[in-house]
């Protein structure tokens, strides 16, 4: 689906979990980072992405994608992660 439409957001976030699922969490980073492009507004993008910096063990990406989802009105991974102290108000 991605060869026959490389600009929807969607497809692109579906693959990035295709790949995160069998741990391949760069190649999933790179999709969510072309879906956050293309849909800057999309909180599921935002968090599967930060679950991908989260994966990587970059904190800080995480923490700004997590909250970027929360801005956009899904905050549970956002809540979660700075509950553990990971993730400064």
């Given at each position: ?35 956050v492009t293309l849909r800057p507004a ?48």
């Amino acid at each position: 689906a991605a060869a026959l439409d490389p600009t929807d957001p969607d497809i692109l976030n579906n693959r990035g979990n295709a790949h995160n699922n069998l741990g391949d969490t760069r190649k999933a980073l790179a999709d969510y980072n072309a879906s956050v492009t293309l849909r800057p507004a999309d909180a599921a993008a935002h968090s599967n992405r930060g679950l991908a910096h989260e994966r990587l063990g970059d904190d800080v990406a995480a923490c700004r994608d997590y909250r970027m989802a929360c801005d956009l009105g899904d905050c549970e991974f956002y809540e979660s992660f700075r509950k553990e102290g990971r993730c400064p108000k």
